[in-house]
């Protein structure tokens, strides 16, 4: 998991950032971003193995960033999370290409969990609660 | 699994408001005595209307029959009165005739002539075909009898102090009263006044059988229950009758009023029988036609008459009524049970309504808070693990212990909102086909432990035949084991749960889980299906019952619950059966 790049995106910054520092923490190399646009904004710079993308944000959403993720980049495995377990969302992403779908509060460990799946190719994880 | 296992603590907190209030049950009940009011009105209404022209009729029906019977019963005894009071002035007026001929045929030397006049008896009997001339006598105008023929001997009696010789003076003809006369048979007497040429007058008076007068009667054509007899107007009876009395008897009835011709009353004699009296005056004499029948015979027909009228009043009244009040008894049956229908079906709508707008308003609060708490988690977490990286501290425990008890906080939130976004959000529903009883008892595998643990009892009993279901599984087991823990949670040890599977309709099977446990009070049967909603403060989300009918709605089923303090509780989950199945 060491050679992984993540990025993290959600419009709370102090979500961001703290994940941000505990995936530091276990070396991990997580980048973070607050919107949509800077996420798109960080993936023409850099290059990421996995983007974890909140549904819900002002600007451009989470499902719109999937969409873009999908057209350029359909080696990034995106994992989405939301707030509220709309089953409609899930759905959605699943069929834009999102490979898990988490509910908000996540917590770390299953996130990680989660990610080491996805990129190992397993589809699923714990999507419903 | 966990999902299940996550249903199943929850619902165990929330078992004090046990089970469901009663989705069907009306919301707006009409009172009891509105339905008695109207099937009281409904029954009078309807009573008046078909018996009143009934009565009517019967009313008029019993009034024609009463005239026409009673016409038929008094007209010929009217006639057979009329005939015999003909007959009876007839033979008085030929016996007044005759003596008539003899004062103007014969001169009053012959008439004084007691040979002469035995002779005029004879001649008189055998010329009028039932004679009863008894004797014969010429009384002077000083009243002493002047010549006599017959039985006694008379003859130079004096009759001027006895109002007969005053009355034939006076009037010319006198018919009497009977008397008890010769050998003790009763008589009457006829007297004539004829005037003579010299100024004075002479009377001739004959003596007559009254029994002739009793044949005359008796020989009317009377019928068997008939009572004839003659009395004069004192009330005396001047011939025998057959049930009042004996001649010169005093008559134990009331005297007729004078008519010219038949009189017929109807009155009630001295032994309290009714009876039909015609009457009739007969001309030149004291006497009175009396022609009696009972009421009884005359009116018989008229009697059984009535009685069958009333019969068939009473019946037909009896039966309009019955069928009054049994028709209006499944009218307003029928009314209720409409009324009933569509207060539960309001109260069901009503209830639908009010949960998904409280689900919405939940699923807003719960993501609204669903942030912050993901902050806080990851933030404690973060302080968890600089704690746990970063160098040894003093207060390095309980840091870690607080930081613990911030991160099993946050995940008792997240329960509550995950359960409450669980309530309000529609759920992927993946039917298939599923055999209940398997299902049920797979669920009560989860349970067995504690059925052995706290000896509570559990019975199946499956209807035979019974179709498989078609529903979510998953969903399934979470709705039963949610239902289950409340049935458990309600027993106390050594109770019993008794689980049925039956045939609701023809589309439906129904699950109950019965429990012998507290049961729960009618106020709380209202609410148990609201979110929120627990009498255990603080011990549970209230959530769990409100799951589980989302749930069964969601799967095109109904629950409904019948509770009674102290007895038990029935749960009922209705689902729709498999089609192919």
């Known amino acids: ?129 | 699994m966990t999902e299940i296992m996550q249903g199943s603590a929850e619902t165990r907190d929330l078992m004090p408001t046990a089970d469901l209030p009663e989705p069907e049950a009306p919301g707006r009940e009409v009172p009891e005595s509105a339905y008695r009011r109207l099937r009281r009105m409904v029954v009078l209404a309807t009573a008046i209307v078909s018996l009143l022209p009934l009565v009517i009729t019967a009313v008029i029906n019993y009034v024609q029959f009463h005239e026409a019977l009673q016409a038929e019963a008094v007209d010929p005894m009217a006639r057979l009165t009329l005939n015999t009071k003909r007959s009876l002035e007839l033979f008085l007026s030929e016996r007044r005739s005759g003596l008539t001929f003899l004062v103007y045929d014969r001169p009053f030397a012959e008439l004084c002539d007691r040979a002469a006049l035995t002779r005029v008896i004879s001649n008189l009997n055998r010329s009028l075909e039932v004679g009863a001339f008894v004797d014969l006598g010429v009384i002077g105008d000083d009243g002493s009898q002047i010549c006599y023929s017959g039985p006694f001997e008379l003859e130079g009696r004096n009759y001027r102090d006895q109002d007969w010789f005053h009355e034939v003076a006076r009037r010319g003809a006198y018919t009497s009263d009977i008397f008890l006369g010769f050998r003790n048979s009763p008589h009457f007497a006829i007297a004539i006044k004829h005037d003579r040429p010299d100024g004075g007058f002479y009377i001739l008076r004959a003596t007559i059988d009254a029994e002739m007068l009793s044949e005359q009667i008796l020989t009317a054509g009377l019928q068997p229950t008939d009572d004839v007899f003659l009395i004069n107007r004192q009330g005396i009876f001047q011939s025998p009758s057959r049930d009042y009395g004996e001649i010169l008897g005093q008559v134990p009835l009331p005297v007729p009023h004078y008519s010219p011709s038949v009189d017929i009353v109807e009155l009630e004699d001295d032994t309290g029988h009714t009876i039909f009296m015609s009457s009739a005056y007969i001309h030149n004499s004291p006497f009175i036609l009396v022609q009696i029948k009972p009421a009884r015979e005359a009116m018989g027909r008229w009697f059984s008459l009535r009685s069958e009228l009333l019969a068939f009043l009473f019946v037909s009244a009896c039966l309009i009524l019955a069928v009054i009040l049994w028709g209006s008894g499944q009218l307003i049956r029928r009314m209720r049970e409409a009324d009933e229908r569509r207060a539960a079906l309001y109260h069901q709508v009503e209830y639908s309504n009010k949960l998904a707008s409280i689900g919405r308003l939940a699923a807003g609060v719960a993501h609204e808070i669903n942030n912050p708490l993901a902050i806080i988690n990851e933030k404690a977490g973060l302080l968890l693990d600089l704690v746990t990286v970063g160098p040894e501290t003093d207060h390095q425990e309980r840091l870690v212990a607080t930081v613990d008890s911030i991160l099993r906080s946050v995940q008792r939130c997240k329960k509550v909102t995950h359960r409450l976004l669980g309530f309000a959000r529609h759920m992927d529903i993946q039917t298939e086909t599923i055999d209940l009883e398997n299902l049920l008892r797979e669920v009560l595998g989860f349970l067995e432990k504690e059925a052995e643990y706290r000896n509570v009892s559990v019975s199946f009993q499956v209807e035979d035949d019974l179709p498989t279901a078609v529903s979510d599984r998953g969903r399934l087991q979470q709705v039963f084991l949610n239902i289950l823990n409340n049935a458990f949670a309600a027993v106390s040890e050594g109770g019993h749960i008794g689980i049925e599977l039956a045939h609701e309709d023809a589309d439906h099977v129904a699950v109950t889980i019965a429990d012998d446990g507290v049961g729960i009070p009618r106020e709380h049967l209202q609410r148990i299906f609201e979110p929120f909603f627990t009498t255990k403060a603080g011990a549970g989300t209230g959530l769990g019952l409100s799951i589980t009918y989302g749930i069964v709605k969601k799967l095109g089923g109904g629950c409904r619950v019948e509770s009674e303090v102290g007895t038990g509780t029935r749960f009922t989950v209705v689902l729709p059966i498999s089609r192919e199945g």
């Open chain 1, 1 to 129: 998991m060491d050679h992984l790049r993540l990025l993290f995106v959600d419009d709370e910054e102090e979500l961001v950032s703290a994940v941000v520092e505990r995936l530091e923490l276990r070396g991990i190399d997580g980048v973070g971003a607050t919107s949509g646009d800077e996420a798109l904004h960080l993936l023409r710079e850099g290059s990421f193995d996995v983007v974890i993308l909140d549904v819900k944000m002002p600007g451009i959403g989470g499902l719109e960033v999937l969409r873009t993720i999908s057209r350029r980049y359909p080696e990034i495995k995106v994992i989405l999370m939301t707030g509220h377990g709309s089953a409609k969302d899930n759905e959605i992403g699943r069929r834009l290409g999102a490979v898990a779908y988490l509910e908000k509060p996540v917590d770390l460990e299953d996130l990680l969990m989660t990610v080491e799946r996805a990129v190992n190719g397993e589809a699923g994880g714990p999507d419903g609660q």
